[in-house]
């Protein structure tokens, strides 16, 4: 009951008990269907080991070991909400190459519908290899084609949505910058049919076109995306207020959600002051794919009858989880609910 009575005195005597959060999260979760639709990757780690340094350039020569790889990008994001409970369905764009094959086959390994992607002529699947030695990487090399979609892959994005639309509580628009929404109007798109049936939108996104995002209930920047698409750097508190008050402003979201690394994360919603939840502090492995984990978790909260608030405090606590764990990780629901009881 001391968690109980620290979380309510946080946020008032309105927030769910412990005991009825843990409720909704074990017997909804499960219940939800979810399309993330974004830039779909690969994350793929060449690992080794290092003795010494190459006689021919000042560089360490890495002793394979072997090769892994993972879903990546938003593809992830399908990871976690899966990982949690949740049902998903995957769009986006990937090649019929060697690891667009095998991205398609490993998510629907892991029980996720692949019905939504599309191939795309002359359009490579994008892929991150890490090289690393004892969980430090030393050298990172992208594969990518961050050219725009065309009009007709689009469009039948948009029918995926179209034709599930009855069956989805939410749509998660995963932008890492890599070409699917390239034209901001596709965004729109999206966030109308959205807003048309009913269907929660939640978007992360590095682009600066804030403005494509009006109507979504959360949009989820992290520091350096705030600065980026508002053009103020953050140094203190005040800086960070002027800076998550002009994006709510310019992307007319619902609420805006700051990923902030070890200082927690903060949301901004119209006609109320900044909220913070500070970091749990743990022993940190690897920060890759916290982001979404954070949108995966609240996402699901929302869709599941929670407030902003009670589902940023979840979110909160998967990502003290996903960041202990190396490499891209997911975060399972008895986990999360593990990590709720601990406080």
Same mark, same amino acid.
């Given at each position: 009951?001391?968690?109980?009575?620290?979380?309510?005195?946080?946020?008032?005597?309105?927030?769910?008990?412990?005991?009825?959060?843990?409720?909704?999260?074990?017997?909804?979760?499960?219940?939800?269907?979810?399309?993330?639709?974004?830039?779909?990757?690969?994350?793929?780690?060449?690992?080794?080991?290092?003795?010494?340094?190459?006689?021919?350039?000042?560089?360490?020569?890495?002793?394979?070991?072997?090769?892994?790889?993972?879903?990546?990008?938003?593809?992830?994001?399908?990871? @976690? $909400?899966? /990982?949690?409970? #949740?049902?998903?369905?995957?769009?986006?764009?990937?090649? !019929?190459? *060697? &690891?667009?094959?095998?991205?398609?086959?490993?998510?629907?390994?892991?029980?996720?519908?692949?019905?939504?992607?599309?191939?795309?002529?002359?359009?490579?699947?994008?892929?991150?290899?890490?090289?690393?030695?004892?969980?430090?990487?030393?050298?990172?090399?992208?594969?990518?084609?961050?050219?725009?979609?065309?009009?007709?892959?689009?469009?039948?994005?948009?029918?995926?949505?179209?034709?599930?639309?009855?069956?989805?509580?939410?749509?998660?628009?995963?932008?890492?910058?890599?070409?699917?929404?390239?034209?901001?109007?596709?965004?729109?798109?999206?966030?109308?049919?959205?807003?048309?049936?009913?269907?929660?939108?939640?978007?992360?996104?590095?682009?600066? @076109? $804030?403005? /494509?995002?009006? #109507?979504?209930?959360?949009?989820?920047?992290?520091?350096? !995306?705030? *600065? &980026?698409?508002?053009?103020?750097?953050?140094?203190?508190?005040?800086?960070?207020?002027?800076?998550?008050?002009?994006?709510?402003?310019?992307?007319?979201?619902?609420?805006?959600?700051?990923?902030?690394?070890?200082?927690?994360?903060?949301?901004?919603?119209?006609?109320?002051?900044?909220?913070?939840?500070?970091?749990?502090?743990?022993?940190?492995?690897?920060?890759?794919?916290?982001?979404?984990?954070?949108?995966?978790?609240?996402?699901?909260?929302?869709?599941?009858?929670?407030?902003?608030?009670?589902?940023?405090?979840?979110?909160?606590?998967?990502?003290?989880?996903?960041?202990?764990?190396?490499?891209?990780?997911?975060?399972?629901?008895?986990?999360?609910?593990?990590?709720?009881?601990?406080?």
């Amino acid at each position: 009951m001391q968690a109980e009575a620290f979380i309510i005195k946080l946020l008032g005597t309105e927030i769910k008990t412990i005991m009825e959060i843990k409720k909704i999260i074990k017997e909804n979760f499960d219940k939800k269907k979810i399309l993330v639709i974004g830039d779909l990757m690969v994350d793929e780690y060449i690992l080794g080991s290092v003795s010494r340094i190459s006689p021919e350039a000042p560089v360490p020569i890495l002793n394979y070991k072997g090769r892994e790889k993972n879903a990546g990008g938003a593809a992830n994001v399908a990871l @976690n $909400i899966n /990982a949690l409970g #949740g049902g998903v369905i995957m769009a986006g764009v990937a090649a !019929e190459d *060697e &690891n667009g094959q095998w991205l398609r086959r490993f998510l629907h390994d892991n029980g996720i519908d692949t019905s939504g992607i599309v191939e795309e002529k002359n359009k490579r699947t994008t892929v991150k290899t890490r090289f690393a030695t004892k969980g430090q990487q030393l050298l990172r090399m992208d594969w990518e084609d961050n050219r725009g979609i065309m009009t007709d892959t689009r469009q039948r994005l948009l029918e995926c949505i179209a034709l599930r639309v009855k069956e989805l509580n939410g749509v998660v628009i995963s932008d890492y910058c890599k070409g699917v929404f390239a034209d901001a109007d596709f965004v729109k798109e999206i966030i109308k049919l959205c807003s048309d049936n009913g269907i929660i939108i939640a978007i992360d996104s590095k682009s600066r @076109n $804030i403005e /494509a995002f009006a #109507g979504a209930d959360f949009v989820k920047p992290n520091n350096l !995306e705030l *600065e &980026n698409a508002v053009s103020i750097k953050i140094t203190d508190d005040a800086s960070l207020d002027e800076a998550g008050a002009k994006y709510l402003r310019l992307s007319r979201a619902k609420n805006v959600i700051v990923t902030r690394g070890a200082n927690g994360i903060s949301i901004f919603s119209p006609g109320n002051k900044r909220r913070d939840y500070a970091s749990r502090a743990i022993q940190v492995f690897d920060v890759t794919g916290a982001g979404d984990t954070v949108i995966s978790a609240v996402t699901l909260g929302l869709t599941s009858g929670l407030s902003i608030d009670e589902s940023v405090m979840l979110a909160n606590a998967a990502a003290g989880i996903v960041i202990g764990k190396r490499g891209t990780a997911v975060v399972s629901m008895e986990e999360l609910l593990k990590k709720i009881d601990e406080g």
